[in-house]
């Protein structure tokens, strides 16, 4: 830690521009999902990219390190400093702006600091739609979604952010600026150094702007809660829909019964979308961009052929765009659920479509055997093949032994998803919780490309050390 870098970076911001008191530093060097707190020297707040830049330089001069930060919503711990608390925290949050909208090109220019529904409501009132959308879309910033590669609710349809990103500008770890802030979509000239950033997880520079792909506003839209008796009825439904309208099948997401039960024990005012007792529902959505198309007829005739088929046992239709919200708001209320619960294990894979029944049902047997209090409470977002392969215990543990129980259950987890060609993080990157498991999993010729590629561009590894790899 160089108080010379320190000094140096007040005297660039100035008032205002950094934090350095411990309490005020808190909401920044908090853990979103564990609460543990960090330390850290200081909190830069940038609001140029020439301040970001400046502050790059000086760090790589007095090799300090640098975490970039934006919301601080992720969930593996890979925008805090690590436990020692030695890198400052360069925090995007005022570099906020969204630049510009073209309307013929369905582009948006913004900063990286943008809050991802600000970046949302800008672009509906212009008519257009940005599907990128998650629970924490009130707090996140569009830095850190391009850092993650973030995926949500949309992906099915719109693909995760590697595919909503055309463009970005970014300081890179010796303090220069590449900026590729093109508008094109077809651009075949050599390396894409802007896609190389998006998923870095904040280890080879700092997003500070991007532009962004734009899509028509959905008109309309068809939300309905469906029960299904088993993991492989809900593929097979997700199949009928998308050989009947791919073109309009927005989300497929599945939420067992265990996870709907918890919400209803911890979150308050909330309502069971349906009839309890199946053991998984899937919350559907169409949407379309033209008030012509049959979305009701076409949920009808998949339906009607899933009921036959024994695929569907209950389903209940939103009349109402908030009734539709009521449905989300169940969804998205699971992991705080969980929280409340406590005792509580996560995963964030990915399987083959082909794999996930009998993975649910395999990994189940494993993992009570090991521990018959264990409650598997999966949700996610299973048209993608992504899982939210969470549990808790029922039992009374020390901390001690339930830190030992939840080793035990990752290798058997990691296990079976490595088994079937998946992965071990779907959507929330690795940061520093995933770091061991990823260096056991990798091939040993993607992790040594993946650390050259870092000593490339940061020799002095001075930018988010620690995260992703050592």
């Known amino acids: 830690m160089s108080t010379e870098a320190l000094n140096a970076i007040r005297n660039l911001l100035g008032v205002g521009g950094y934090i350095d008191d411990a309490s005020a530093m808190e909401p920044y060097l908090t853990s979103m999902r564990n609460r543990h707190i960090v330390t850290s020297p200081l909190i830069a707040l940038p609001s140029t990219t020439q301040h970001v830049a400046e502050i790059v330089k000086i760090c790589r001069r007095y090799r300090q390190p640098i975490v970039p930060q934006g919301g601080n919503t992720g969930l593996v711990d890979g925008g805090i400093p690590m436990t020692q608390g030695q890198e400052i925290v360069v925090n995007l949050s005022r570099m906020n702006k969204i630049r510009a909208l073209d309307p013929i090109g369905s582009i948006m220019t913004v900063e990286a600091g943008a809050i991802l529904k600000n970046v949302q409501d800008a672009a509906a009132d212009a008519g257009f739609l940005f599907p990128l959308s998650m629970a924490s879309e009130g707090s996140m910033q569009i830095g850190g979604a391009i850092g993650t590669n973030a995926g949500g609710t949309a992906v099915l349809r719109y693909g995760t952010m590697r595919n909503l990103v055309l463009g970005i500008e970014a300081v890179l770890p010796n303090g220069s600026v590449v900026s590729s802030l093109k508008k094109l979509v077809k651009d ?58 791919a073109e309009v099948l927005t989300s497929f997401e599945i939420m067992s019964l265990a996870a709907l039960r918890l919400v209803m024990k911890h979150i ?122 969470n549990m808790y215990a029922t039992g009374v543990r020390s901390a001690e032994d339930f830190a030992v129980l939840k080793a035990r259950i990752q290798v058997i987890v990691f296990g079976e998803v490595d088994r079937r060609q998946g992965s071990i993080s779907a959507e929330h990157g690795i940061g520093l919780e995933r770091k061991a498991v990823l260096a056991s999993i990798k091939s040993p010729i993607e992790l040594e490309l993946m650390r050259r590629i870092k000593r490339a561009l940061d020799p002095d590894g001075i930018m988010n050390p620690g995260k992703i790899f050592d």
């Not at 809660?225 to 009928?240: C, E, I, R």
């Open 188 to 245: 075949n000239t050599g390396y894409n150094l802007s896609q190389m950033l998006i998923g870095s997880e904040g280890t080879l520079g700092i997003v500070t702007v991007a532009t962004l792909r734009l899509f028509p506003a959905l008109r309309q839209s068809f939300t309905t809660v469906v029960a299904v008796p088993s993991a492989k009825a809900a593929l097979d439904l997700f199949g009928a829909f998308r050989r009947e309208g």
């Open 268 to 389: 308050p005012g909330v309502r069971f979308p349906g009839q309890d007792g199946a053991p998984y529902y899937l919350l559907i959505e169409l949407g379309a961009s033209s008030s012509a198309v049959p979305l009701s007829a076409m949920f009808e005739n998949v339906a009607t052929a899933g009921i036959e088929k024994g695929q569907i046992l209950d389903a209940v239709i939103a009349e109402s765009a908030a009734q539709a919200r009521q449905f989300w708001h169940v969804r998205e209320h699971i992991p705080e659920a969980l929280r409340k619960q406590g005792n509580r294990i996560h995963f964030d894979i990915a399987l083959p479509l082909e794999e996930i029944a009998d993975f649910l049902v395999s990994t189940e047997t494993l993992i009570k055997a090991e521990a018959p209090d264990i409650v598997p409470m999966p949700f996610g977002h299973i048209g993608d093949g992504n899982l939210h392969y």
